[in-house]
């Protein structure tokens, strides 16, 4: 793999409080203000994104450390919840706790040693400023 990858995205304002993200995959993604500031009911905001892609972040490093591992994932489901607050003049999304539930099979032992190392890896969150907890259980398959 490179040392550098680049992701591109367009976003194109639609009219009232909608816009849409474009992709060079042709995927499109309308989103909206918050409700709470005049948003459309539907749609994601631009902060629901910010903490869905820590989540999906978090989805595929577990996918890729799993896999490089030897570890069989039976099944995986998580959830994620961003708080943002005022902070002086602004507003900040200042936490994102994640939650994970994963059935495997093998050693448990392993599954504690990836959920460590993915805690550690994900890009997403790394590059965030924001404070996320990733919480891993363990579920029978």
Request: aromatic residues 8%; contains cysteine; negative net charge.
């Amino acid at each position: 793999m490179t040392e550098e990858l680049s992701f591109y995205n367009e976003v194109t304002w639609t009219g009232g409080a909608l816009g849409e993200v474009a992709f060079p995959s042709d995927h499109r993604i309308e989103v909206s203000l918050p409700l709470e500031f005049g948003g459309v009911e539907g749609f994601p905001s631009p902060e629901d994104l910010f903490v869905a892609a820590a989540n999906a972040c978090v989805l595929t490093t577990t996918l890729a450390v799993a896999e490089r591992r030897n570890v069989r994932l039976r099944s995986y489901a998580s959830e994620a919840e961003g708080v943002l607050e005022r902070l002086g003049d602004g507003r900040e999304v200042t936490r994102i706790d994640i939650k994970v539930r994963v059935a495997a099979d093998g050693d448990p032992s392993v599954l504690t040693e990836i959920f460590s190392e993915v805690s550690d890896r994900v890009p997403v969150v790394r590059s965030m400023t924001s404070s996320v907890s990733i919480d891993f259980e363990v579920v029978r398959p």
